[in-house]
């Protein structure tokens, strides 16, 4: 069985220095906010490319905190897509604030920055835009916008850590950017854990604050805040784990391209493509089978041949965020967002880690062109 990750090599490949690194933070008995703590919140500030980093407890918790930091709260709108994890908007929701959806771009999955104007109100105060899969938005454009319409850009970069837009890292180009460390993305620990890069000190500390029980001193408090410290342990791990994440990231995009390679004469698949402004980090490999129904039935067959034939494939995501239950007193129906509603019917994401070899490889594109032909759709209906 192929599986569409598999974290076990990664480990075995480091497994010497981790297990040193947990030893000596377990030997050390500071658990929270040890010294390792602050060695890996300034290597990883350095990486992207920022004045300031905050670590927290998760990706949710980063940009929660990024919400909070820029004072962001009811009556206010945030634009985003709705192609994404549930967390991008469940945060904007959680400040009291109030989620505007925008279309994706079908052929990239990132939100049209084309259609951001019109979505913009008097309440508007913030872009979240989304890396989504590994791949950069491109944005040049999408910071004049918000330029001209004063509005903050926070960069949802969960799964896009070390891809770049014009040589700056993603994360380094709005008012703050937002990280995940859950151990399927491109830096994944060993449990949860989070990141939030600025150059704004201002925002720095009020994050910092607000992930520490709204405390700057112990025991006295200015704001209602949350608990949301990155344990030492984790970040022992993801201090290891960076030194390898250029390396990994390069190993992703050899395996996009062999990809690439086998799957070009196949029909009835739109392929991902790289950014021409910015490099891919490929968290996912994800496809779309173009010919799928509105119900996606054709996908999920494929999907579930290729398990059976000893591939697993994932589907991210097969409801918008528009569509979702918990969204349903915005007032959103099926059609408002035909490009993200369309890609949660086609999408299909192969088997993607740096490990991941020529030889499976293979296997994985020539099980995908059998199920293919096995499904039976013909070329004639794809878009």
């Known amino acids: 069985m192929i599986p569409p990750v598999d974290l076990t090599e990664q480990f075995k490949l480091i497994q010497a220095e981790v297990n040193t690194a947990v030893a000596e933070v377990l030997a050390s008995g500071q658990y929270i906010n040890g010294p390792i703590v602050k060695t890996f919140t300034e290597a990883f500030g350095r990486s992207v490319g920022t004045d300031h980093c905050v670590v927290c407890n998760s990706g949710t918790d980063a940009l929660y905190l990024a919400l909070r930091a820029l004072n962001i709260g009811p009556g206010d709108e945030v634009i985003t897509s709705p192609f994404t994890f549930i967390a991008t908007a469940e945060v904007i929701s959680a400040v009291g604030a109030t989620p505007v959806f925008v279309d994706i771009d079908l052929d990239t999955f990132n939100i049209d920055i084309t259609q951001i104007a019109a979505a913009i109100t008097p309440r508007s105060r913030a872009i979240i835009p989304v890396h989504l899969f590994g791949r950069p938005v491109d944005m040049g454009p999408l910071l004049d916008i918000a330029s ?189 967002f035909p490009q993200a509603e369309a890609a949660a019917h086609q999408v299909l994401s192969l088997p993607m880690f740096p490990e991941l070899d020529a030889a499976r490889q293979e296997v994985i594109a020539n099980t995908l062109k059998q199920v293919l032909a096995e499904v039976g759709l013909k070329a004639a209906q794809y878009c």
């Open 148 to 336: 001209r319409h004063q509005l903050a850009v926070i960069e949802d970069c969960a799964q896009a850590t070390g891809a770049t837009w014009q040589g700056k890292p993603v994360g380094s180009l709005g008012h703050v950017g937002c990280f995940s460390f859950f151990p399927t993305k491109n830096l994944g620990g060993c449990g949860d854990g989070g990141a939030i890069t600025t150059n704004d000190p201002n925002l720095a500390d009020t994050m910092t604050m607000l992930r520490e029980h709204g405390s700057r001193v112990r025991y006295h408090h200015a704001a209602i805040g949350i608990n949301s410290r990155l344990d030492s342990v984790q970040a022992a791990i993801l201090d290891i784990k960076l030194r390898y994440l250029d390396q990994w990231n390069q190993q992703r995009a050899a395996v996009a391209q062999r990809y690439a390679t086998l799957l070009s004469d196949v029909e009835g698949i739109v392929l991902p493509q790289a950014p021409t402004f910015g490099q891919s980090v490929w968290n996912q490999y994800t496809l779309r089978i173009a010919g799928a129904t509105a119900e996606g039935q054709e996908r999920n067959q494929i999907q579930q041949r290729m398990r059976e034939a000893g591939v697993i494939c994932m589907v991210y995501y097969p409801i918008p965020l528009h569509l979702q239950e918990v969204y349903q007193s915005l007032g959103y129906k099926p059609g408002d």
